[in-house]
């Protein structure tokens, strides 16, 4: 009998075997449809989706007051790091940088992306950038007496914040699966790779 025999190895060691799953889950929740085998496909359901409803628990997870509320969000928040890289918001430096980031992001993404960082006062924001301050731009600051100061800003570098994958997942997928009780995501099956033979699958979240 196949007791405790749950999931593939890959040919790898338990921590590289972890450290896959964990890419894996970051680059859906940051794509939010990729290719990969069939095999890697059928174990990343199983972590995306157990990751997916810590995050829906969290919209709802309510303590006796206000410190225990946010002592068990945090509690919950350290267990959806477990299973993802680089999950805290970030700050991207300088136009070369910014630029080969904006790269890697689907064609839609990233033209709205490039037509927003041209002029972010006439275009729309992506969901993904949290601020962006541009070389050149006017910003208010406070003064010594406590006034607002309009300062222009010239030939600074230029700072582009975009969430993490939790603050993707917690703010952005997990509240389209608020009334689903599970089934999170879907497979197609592709066929086998060139070369390998591999079967190869998409995987995506169903909304």
């Known amino acids: 009998m196949r007791h405790k025999k749950i999931g593939r190895k890959f040919g790898r060691e338990s921590h590289q075997r972890k450290a896959l799953l964990r890419s894996l889950c970051t680059s859906l929740v940051k794509y939010e449809k990729i290719e990969t085998t069939l095999q890697k496909a059928k174990d990343l359901r199983r972590e995306i989706e157990k990751a997916l409803t810590i995050a829906k628990k969290m919209l709802v997870v309510k303590g006796e007051d206000q410190a225990q509320t946010n002592g068990i969000k945090a509690a919950k928040r350290t267990l959806l790091e477990n299973f993802f890289h680089g999950c805290d918001d970030r700050e991207i430096l300088g136009r070369n940088e910014i630029k080969k980031y904006i790269s890697n992001l689907s064609k839609d993404t990233r033209d709205a992306a490039e037509k ?26 406070k003064g010594k007496a406590g006034e607002d100061v309009s300062k222009e800003r010239k030939n600074a570098q230029r700072i582009l914040r975009v969430e993490g994958t939790l603050s993707k997942l917690i703010n952005r997928i997990a509240p389209r699966f608020e009334a689903t009780p599970g089934g999170y995501t879907r497979i197609y099956k592709l066929g086998n790779r060139r070369g390998d033979n591999a079967e190869m699958a998409i995987i995506e979240f169903t909304k």
């Open 116 to 141: 927003y960082l041209e002029d972010p006062e006439k275009n729309p924001r992506p969901d993904f950038i949290v601020d962006y301050i541009p070389a050149t731009c006017k910003r208010t600051v």
